[in-house]
């Protein structure tokens, strides 16, 4: 009987598969994102929205990619929203964050309204850009095809919300690369008339050919400091932890499946038969699927599970897996399967962002996939290696002048290049280490910096709001941080100087 439900539906879908897929998802948000932009444009020339007066906070909207339990998202915006508090004052601003599933970020942004933003989000941004004063945008990833059009769609939609109502616009920390041409279209229109910080120059060139200007700052992740519910120490100790060997983690992702794009007639598939359940990432979206992408995936994890055993062995170290969002869990739980022995697993759909990185600061040693993983482990100094699908970790080794530690997921002999890579790293540990902690210092001044670009964006802007006079007469970037932990102060002490 299943077998004949399959094939009946197989059959009605393939009659209509070809006018299913002439229909572009991306393309329908994308057009329904610029009509809700257009509407606002009109609805700003019939009914002026509010704007800020003195003696009022100002309301920011944060649009991110939150509530989905990826810990590098989530410490971006805690970071961010600290940042802002510090500049603007917390008597004159009021936060609110845009969250996919407030379950999944209950406890974060204390001072933060959250506010449910669904799958399908045009309309919400239209209602809700609306009762705010400005925008920020707080995606790391923030212009690029690689992950998902509809996630730039989002950013890129706000963002033109914001300026249609003649409202703030603010791109904070993000990162641009390669995009299909209709999403190079939308960031060229409505990105344009924004304020634009993003995390290296390579971002800025990639912005500039569609001539949308963009400032070099950094990631906001530099100053998060975890304070997590738990001895960590003991977590690992109860995990088989001698607390006594080196502990080498390892951030494995599943580099192959992106991007996530829709189809309709999977998504018909997929509720009829469960067809494509391993590759259904929401409603109609659905990972990079099929025969080559699990050949890769399992080629990768091979390849890490082998490098792992045996520096694992030579340094008698213990291993642990870290997830860093909760879709990296089938990546973390194959690699524990090819390493063929018990090692312990935490993963952010169990584990929240402080708990997480107080595990990872405990490691000697991080091979990761991630790049959040890799920027919050570098302020307690932990040697790190990269393992990459994009331009993201890449660009950070260049930033600490140690390429060679960023690999190709896809190169050729990568078990070996990674132990390679990891007997360079452990050659000369101070050496290194200080060139991750040097990193550290440059990017804490360049997130500094962005402060002093946002204070004076918000001043041009509006001229009457009440930044502090030691701001305004400020030229120290430093002083545009948020409270430092001592470790983070004491590091700037040594390296600040040099930064």
């Avoid at 407030?102 to 309309?123: E, I, R």
């Avoid at 996530?260 to 469960?274: D, E, F, N, W, Y």
């Amino acid at each position: 009987m299943r077998e004949t439900l399959k094939g009946a539906a197989g059959a009605a879908v393939h009659a209509g598969r070809l006018a299913f897929d002439a229909v572009d998802a991306d393309r329908m948000l994308q057009r329904s994102m610029v009509a809700m932009i257009e509407l606002a444009r009109t609805r700003q020339r019939m009914w002026p929205a509010s704007v800020w007066a003195p003696g009022e906070q100002l309301k920011l909207l944060f649009v991110g990619y939150n509530g989905t339990r990826n810990t590098g998202a989530d410490v971006r915006v805690e970071e961010m929203i600290r940042q802002f508090r510090h500049v603007l004052g917390d008597d004159y601003l009021s936060t609110s964050v845009a969250t996919v599933d407030p379950a999944c970020s209950q406890g974060y942004f204390p001072t933060s309204k959250q506010l449910h933003m669904p799958k399908v989000f045009p309309k919400f941004l239209f209602d809700h850009v609306h009762l705010n004063h400005g925008v920020v945008i707080a995606e790391g990833s923030m212009f690029k095809s690689l992950f998902a059009n509809a996630l730039s769609t989002l950013m890129v939609g706000a963002l033109g919300l914001a300026r249609a109502e003649r409202k703030l616009g603010i791109a904070y920390g993000g990162e641009a690369g390669a995009m299909d041409r209709s999403l190079r279209k939308l960031v060229a229109h409505y990105a344009r008339d924004a304020l634009i910080l993003v995390r290296n120059a390579q971002s800025r060139d990639v912005l500039s050919k569609l001539d949308v200007v963009a400032e070099v700052g950094t990631d906001t992740a530099w100053t998060f400091e975890p304070r997590p519910h738990q001895d960590v120490r003991k977590l690992l100790t109860r995990s088989g932890w001698d607390g006594q060997s080196p502990i080498l983690a390892v951030c494995p992702i599943n580099g192959f499946w992106w991007p996530v794009k829709p189809s309709l007639s999977k998504a018909v598939l997929h509720g009829v038969t469960g067809a494509y359940r391993q590759d259904h990432y929401a409603s109609l979206y659905f990972h990079k699927g099929g025969r080559e992408v699990r050949a890769k995936q399992r080629s990768y994890l091979e390849a890490m599970a082998t490098a792992i055993a045996r520096i694992a062995h030579e340094q008698r170290a213990f291993v642990c897996i870290v997830g860093m969002e909760r879709l990296d869990r089938g990546a973390c739980e194959d690699l524990a399967a090819c390493l063929g022995r018990h090692v312990p697993l935490f993963i952010s759909d169990e584990w929240d962002m402080h708990e997480l990185v107080a595990i990872l600061r405990q490691a000697t040693w991080l091979i990761s996939s991630r790049y959040h993983a890799i920027v919050t482990t570098m302020p307690a100094g932990v040697l790190s290696l990269g393992v990459t699908m994009d331009e993201r970790i890449v660009n950070l080794m260049a930033d600490r002048d140690q390429d060679a530690f960023a690999l190709d997921i896809e190169q050729p002999q990568l078990s070996e290049n990674i132990y390679d890579a990891f007997c360079a790293m452990q050659a000369r540990p101070d050496s290194v280490r200080d060139g991750i902690l040097r990193s550290v210092a440059r990017n804490i001044r360049r997130m500094g910096s962005m402060g002093q670009v946002l204070a004076r964006h918000v001043q041009e802007r509006l001229p009457k709001f009440p930044l502090r006079e030691e701001l305004r007469a400020s030229a120290d970037p430093l002083k545009f941080l948020p409270p430092l932990s001592s470790a983070l102060g004491h590091l700037m002490e040594e390296y600040g100087e040099q930064a």
